[in-house]
């Protein structure tokens, strides 16, 4: 049972440069989303998507785009990356309802 | 808007301590309440959960009473573990919300001295 799985675990890319997070779920759930994690300030939701084809803005979007073509994949895209998006990124997904949420194991992006 | 403010760490520990972590939260309407752990590495994992008021959470020890009238959801432990050693987040979600998001406290990282 694998749950939800993040592709990479770490990257480190220059500014400008563009990258996919790939995120995977295999629970069949519904909604899908992405995090940042920066020390001090929490978990932050960039994006979110309440089902195949659909994405949402989160708190903080700007600089990234999402999609969600198959149910079970939701992927992150940087198209240029800069150093204030070096973060560790977290996917996560749940069922209808206020379940809570299985996370992935966490991306840590570096930009130089 | 919605929000969570849980005490600010480090909290720092022996073993077989009390442990109690302060979360107050607020919210519009009725929320669900989580704790979540986040051990070294790793990504969150759900702790417990109360989901209307005067519910208490509990799982591997840890208890959370949901208080409506003092809007808390105090995470509590009666001996504490080296294993414990992480960092909890306090969360809630707002059950008219769209796509049961999740709102996060900044986190409280917790460390056990054997």
């Known amino acids: 049972n694998a749950g939800v799985t993040q592709t990479p675990k770490f990257r480190v890319l220059k500014t400008g440069q563009s990258m996919t997070l790939l995120c995977a779920q295999d629970m069949n759930h519904e909604y899908m989303y992405w995090y940042r994690q920066d020390p001090g300030m929490g978990l932050r939701l960039i994006h979110y998507s309440v089902g195949e084809g659909t994405t949402a803005k989160g708190e903080v979007p700007d600089g990234y785009n999402v999609s969600r073509l198959k149910k079970q994949n939701f992927l992150l895209g940087l198209e240029s990356a800069a150093p204030s998006q070096t973060s560790v990124y977290f996917c996560?997904?749940?069922?209808?309802?206020?379940?809570?949420?299985?996370f992935g194991s966490g991306t840590r992006l570096t930009v130089v | 808007g919605n929000s969570v403010t849980q005490m600010e760490g480090p909290v720092t520990l022996s073993e077989e301590a009390f442990l109690t972590i302060n979360c107050t939260y607020t919210a519009t309407g009725y929320p669900s309440l989580f704790w979540y752990v986040q051990y070294p590495g790793e990504g969150l994992q759900l702790l417990l959960k109360?989901?209307?008021?005067?519910d208490k959470g509990s799982n591997k020890g840890f208890e959370a009473t949901y208080r409506k009238e003092t809007t808390s959801f105090h995470l509590e432990k009666g001996s504490v573990q080296v294993s414990d050693s992480a960092v909890y987040f306090c969360a809630l979600s707002d059950k008219g919300s769209s796509a049961s998001k999740i709102i996060f406290g900044s986190g409280t990282r917790l460390s056990i001295r054997p």
């Open positions: 996560a997904s749940s069922r209808q309802g206020n379940y809570g949420y299985t």
């Open positions: 109360a989901t209307k008021a005067d």
